[in-house]
């Protein structure tokens, strides 16, 4: 597995100013296409992957695999007592975020990409990966990406399909 590279560290900079120029508590937009994908076109979705979320500050599965080109639903299930959050992106982006987060910690997330889900609650994110590569998806509430609440996404010319 080749690490995750910082081609562009100023796209994290970008981000981040962008953020906080719109200082606003909840995010909206995310229907561009990204360094990690595009928005899924309703009725596209080839498979559904669900994503589990609990307390434990965990992800399951931690990681997963897509073709490039696929459109998944992310079906994502919070488990736990605790609002927790699924954020899709690159490296780069989560780090930014995750400092972001830190400065207004009750962000809540719904766009094309995140999704704050409440406890016991469940939504679905339509993704298309086109972009070949590894991405993060993370819980950013404060404490819990440090805590461990982090998944890895490989998208690739031939993932193996489970
Ligand atoms: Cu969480």
Known sequence: MSSIRHPRRTSAL???LLLLAGGALA?????????????????KAQRT????????????PAQFAVDVGQTVRLHVVNQGKLP????????????????????????????????????GKSADLLWKFSVPGQ???ACLV????????????????????P
């Open 142 to 161: 404060p404490g819990h990406f440090e805590a461990g609440m982090h998944g890895q996404v490989t998208v690739a010319k031939k993932a193996a399909t």
């Open 49 to 60: 992957i669900t994503v589990t979320m609990s307390d434990a500050m965990r992800f399951a």
């Open 135 to 137: 991405f993060l998806y």
């Open 14 to 16: 970008g981000l981040f």
């Open 27 to 43: 995010h909206d937009g995310g229907h561009e296409p990204t360094a990690f994908g595009e928005p899924g076109v309703a009725g």
């Open 84 to 119: 927790h959050e699924f954020i899709l992106g690159t490296r780069a982006e989560i780090d930014a975020h995750s400092a972001m987060m830190k400065m207004h910690p009750g962000m809540t997330h719904a766009d094309a990409s995140s999704v704050t889900v409440p406890a």
